[in-house]
């Protein structure tokens, strides 16, 4: 049975930069089962409801700008799945949320970032799912749960943001730079949380987190991690793969979730 997993996705320069959190996403899959398909749940589809994208190719999606020219030359050309994004409607529904379906959609910088260092021939099925930031933690910890039977069907649920997402701090002149203390407070504290299974404290986060609120001025691109420690099952089990970041307050952490 896979686990679910949370990776910070970073800049979205990552696939061009040698720093360890890419070098952590290259092994990452070899680590892992290999998936029949995969199920993206990335900070950069955010709606008002839950969609699933529903296409036979995914399109890359280039969706920044000002970075370099080799950045939009990549292209992560994964075929969807409608199999998978039926399955995922079903198993949302049954949860009692509304849910969509997005007939063209393809995949966010969010979602491809990842996907390239971990699977770089882009053959395996990937079906996007949506998250709600303004409904919070508790929203989608529920989301999550109504995806763990996935996980039993050797779907990856991957979900996409960061650990850390104040752009205003980040030193843009150093990915190596050194990370402020308020980013070790904050980060911390939320390992804490996840691997004693609190899960309470950890939907009250923005107000029980030391520097919540500069950790994360915005939901999110938090909401993810919400999404896979639900799908870890009603008392997941946490266990960090990874910490690192970059430029500074950037926290790249990783988490597996079973």
């Given amino acids: 049975m896979l686990p679910s997993l949370f990776v910070s996705h970073g800049a979205p320069t990552l696939p061009l930069e040698d720093c360890p959190a890419t070098d952590f996403l290259k092994s990452l899959a070899g680590t892992l089962p290999h998936p029949r398909a ?3 749940v990335s900070a950069h589809w955010d709606t008002e409801i839950p969609n699933v994208n529903h296409v036979a190719i995914n399109e890359t999606i280039h969706d920044f700008y000002g970075f370099p020219e ?3 030359r990549l292209q992560y050309p994964a075929p969807g799945s409608f199999a998978l994004a039926d399955r995922t409607r079903e198993l949302v529904a049954c949860a009692g949320l509304q849910v969509g379906v997005d007939g063209s959609r393809g995949l966010d910088h969010g ?4 996907l390239l260092l971990m699977y770089p021939h882009a053959d395996i099925p990937v079906v996007q799912l949506s998250v709600q930031s303004p409904l919070g933690p508790a929203h989608h910890i529920r ?3 109504a995806l763990t039977d996935l996980r039993k069907e050797d779907v990856l649920v991957l979900a996409t943001g960061s650990f850390t997402h104040n752009l205003r701090t980040m030193n843009r002149s150093r990915i190596d730079a050194p990370e402020p203390v308020w980013s ?4 911390a504290w ?3 949380a996840l691997v004693e299974g609190r899960t309470d404290d950890l939907v009250a986060y923005r ?4 520097h919540a609120a500069v950790a994360h001025p915005e939901d999110d691109h938090f909401m993810p991690l919400f999404v896979a420690y639900g799908a870890g099952g009603d008392a997941p089990k946490a266990t960090r793969l990874h910490q690192s970041t970059t430029y500074g307050s950037l926290r790249m952490d990783a988490y597996a979730f079973e």
């Avoid at 979602?111 to 990842?114: E, G, I, L, Q, R």
């Avoid at 107000?207 to 030391?210: G, I, K, Q, V």
């Fill in 38 to 40: 995969i199920l993206a």
């Fill in 70 to 72: 080799a950045l939009y």
């Fill in 111 to 114: 979602a491809w970032v990842p």
């Fill in 143 to 145: 989301l999550g749960r």
């Fill in 184 to 187: 070790q407070e904050f980060s």
């Fill in 190 to 192: 939320i390992h804490g």
């Fill in 207 to 210: 107000r029980l987190a030391p």
